[in-house]
């Protein structure tokens, strides 16, 4: 590389001491795209390995191919149904690359008709091993054994119906959401009734993108989806591969945008249903000894450095975005990924910590790769990295030094309302720190601001509207019931909603069921609630009726993206301070001419608050916190407009700013 400056330096002069680092890594992205391109003439190409491993039907030849890497083993046999599980029936023979291979002619003695299921029988020395295909697109668990075997699975016939759908998500709002979890009854909901009951609930409260958790085939229900084993087949415990393409697809007819969580960060240790020693070599895909094991996860860790691990992971993005029209993904567990230590345990504190200590080029490498692959497929893709280390570059382009992703979470923002919340009476809250966590990101680079995820709803925690009314919310929650707790609830739930998303970043997440305020935690069933289905569900029927309060929530959140939406404030430039009292514990500040004023103290109402504005002219309240429809007092008169003074400083406006509520006002 020239000493040419980088751009993602040119932009923080504080990592020029950085600039062989930075450099360094662009250039091993380089030598390993060329290496890429060597092998199969491009990196779309390189990522088409699903083509060609696992079960692939031949036209032409009239039968099965089943291709499967394992250069270790000493032996592969194909069994199933179709043979009746005899080993010696199908043997695999393998080819110099360690790639072993079988044809299963229509017109033999054993023919493989889909669906079929089947296993591969993989020996190496004395050990003999029936194990999932790893490239296998559908596995399903017998209802007695709970054994997993592979499926397959023919060619989908799935006539889609989206060719009008053009993603172009310039302000994504992002309903992130568990298919199994969204019903209400004690069970596992479907991919079909998420799209038939759930979707026209997230078109109608005005998000434009969800976020899906759990697609990928995991053995253990209760890890939420992040213990893979089958990355290539959707869950079938919700239903088949076509039903997942028909949520797709309703999810598309309704303009909403549907982004993956996607684990690629680590593993399922288990062997029966996943990939852990699958070779017998104990470094196959992942990475041998310690190196390969997250004590804190007790998963399995990639070797992003195998080029098959490469292609198996990006072929995987791939097969995702075609064959199932998603849009985007979600990168779970990237700073894991970035690390050798995987930030447990380490403060971020100086630059070194981003390019000197512990960090998986291999991994950055993969990354960069993968948004490249996305983003060729799709260029209005979106991808998201889960990353609380802050890497510099996280969210720009590979060609300024960067590592390519979109946008990344804003995961300091939750952690702060949760503290706050914990350990800070209201009226010792400062408006000084609430704009440095809110306001502090890195320019060029792209935030999902949020309040709340499934992670501080999962059971040792609980949603921010049970930590604001914990108990009181099965007592005090019909709307003719008065209750002090409940209405400082009510009331701080939308403002730190309203200020999260307007302050926090270029895009908002909300998690399925917070907007109204859902009561309680999420628990997976498990031995230690008596594998119950009582908190891995979602209770509309609380908001669905019009005499409790989670309707006001449900509306504030409804009316709160509409002006988001309506204004372009999430694609809009950062905001701009206007005022900061520390004393009346008041905030105002301007993003895209609108004006967003916060009073936060507990009991202080002030008449003619007077403070500056951008521009003058006359300003009309678009939202008010305190409406009566949301569950307020109603003491801001959003019938009158308020005309700028002019001050030796400037413009001004005067304007009744009551306690514990947020408004909105736009220059008529």
Same mark, same amino acid.
């Given at each position: ?75 592969? %046999? ?26 299963? #002619? ?38 007695? &054994? ?30 992130? %959401? ?184 291999? #991994? ?121 707790? /409940? ?18 970043? !270029? ?43 989670? !309707? ?18 999430? &694609? ?56 009566? /429809? ?9 019938? /009158?407009?308020?005309? &700028? ?18 408004? /909105?006002?736009?220059?008529?």
């Amino acid at each position: 590389m020239s000493k040419e400056v980088i751009p993602l330096i040119a932009d923080d002069p504080w990592l020029a001491p950085y600039q062989d680092d930075i450099a360094q890594r662009m250039s091993y992205f380089e030598q390993r795209l060329n290496d890429i391109k060597s092998i199969s003439g491009s990196l779309s190409n390189f990522a088409e390995g699903h083509h060609y491993f696992g079960f692939n039907y031949d036209k032409k030849a009239k039968g099965w191919w089943y291709r499967e890497w394992a250069p270790a083993a000493d032996s592969l %046999c194909l069994i199933g149904e179709f043979n009746n599980w005899h080993a010696e029936h199908h043997p695999m023979t393998q080819d110099e690359n360690g790639v072993w291979g079988v044809f299963i #002619a229509d017109e033999s003695e054993f023919p493989l008709k889909a669906p079929s299921q089947v296993k591969v029988k993989v020996q190496n020395g004395l050990a003999d091993r029936d194990r999932l295909p790893a490239y296998i697109q559908s596995a399903i668990q017998d209802p007695k &054994s709970y054994d997993f075997s592979g499926e397959v699975i023919a060619p989908s016939k799935y006539k889609w119906k989206d060719a009008k759908f053009k993603l172009e998500v310039k302000n994504p709002i992002i309903y992130e %959401c568990h298919v199994g979890m969204a019903q209400e009854k004690e069970g596992v909901g479907t991919f079909r009734e998420f799209a038939d009951s759930i979707l026209p609930r997230v078109a109608k409260q005005g998000y434009n993108c969800i976020q899906v958790m759990a697609i990928q085939e995991h053995p253990y229900y209760g890890s939420f989806g992040y213990h893979v084993s089958n990355f290539y087949a959707p869950s079938s415990r919700f239903g088949t591969p076509d039903d997942l393409r028909y949520l797709v697809d309703q999810a598309h007819q309704m303009g909403i945008a549907v982004i993956m969580d996607a684990v690629y960060s680590h593993a399922v240790k288990n062997i029966a249903e996943g990939l852990n020693d699958f070779d017998g070599s104990d470094n196959q895909y992942f990475h041998k000894g310690g190196r390969g094991y997250h004590t804190g996860w007790d998963s399995k860790l990639f070797d992003y450095g195998r080029t098959e691990v490469l292609q198996f992971l990006l072929s995987n993005i791939r097969y995702w975005m075609e064959e199932f029209h998603m849009d985007g993904f979600r990168f779970d567990g990237v700073t894991s990924m970035l690390y050798h230590h995987h930030g447990e345990g380490v403060a971020f504190d100086h630059y070194d910590k981003y390019f000197k200590e512990g960090v998986d080029w291999d #991994a950055i490498c993969f990354l960069q790769l993968a948004n490249e692959l996305i983003h060729e497929i799709k260029p209005n893709a979106i991808s998201i990295a889960e990353d609380m280390s802050g890497m510099p570059g996280m969210c720009r382009p590979v060609s300024d030094g960067g590592l390519g992703f979109d946008y990344r979470l804003g995961m300091g923002l939750p952690d702060y309302w949760i503290k706050l919340l914990k350990h800070s009476a209201d009226e010792n809250w400062s408006m000084n720190e609430l704009w440095n966590v809110m306001a502090n990101r890195r320019y060029k680079e792209k935030t999902i601001a949020y309040a709340e995820s499934h992670d501080q709803a999962l059971v040792g925690d609980k949603s921010l509207a049970f930590w604001l009314m914990d108990k009181e919310m099965y007592w005090h929650m019909t709307k003719d019931d008065k209750d002090l707790v /409940v209405e400082r609830g009510i009331a701080l739930h939308k403002m730190i909603r309203l200020i999260t998303a307007s302050l926090g970043g !270029e895009g908002y997440l909300n998690f399925i069921g917070n907007e109204f305020g859902h009561p309680e935690w999420v628990d997976f069933p498990r031995e230690g609630n008596d594998w119950s289905y009582k908190y891995a569900r979602r209770q509309w029927s609380l908001v669905d009726n019009t005499d409790l309060k989670y !309707e006001w929530l449900n509306d504030f959140d409804r009316a709160m993206l509409e002006l988001l939406a309506a204004n372009n404030i999430l &694609s809009a430039q950062s905001a701009n301070q206007l005022n900061m009292d520390e004393e009346n514990k008041v905030m105002i500040y301007e993003r895209n001419h609108l004006i967003f004023v916060f009073n936060f103290h507990p009991d202080r109402s002030i008449a003619d608050y007077k403070f500056h504005v951008p521009e003058k002219g006359e300003y009309k309240v678009i939202l008010s916190s305190d409406d009566l /429809v949301f569950g307020g007092h109603d003491r801001i008169d959003t019938s /009158v407009s308020y005309p &700028s003074t002019t001050y030796e400083h400037g413009d001004q406006l005067s304007v009744y700013t009551p306690s514990r509520t947020a408004m /909105v006002l736009k220059k008529l």
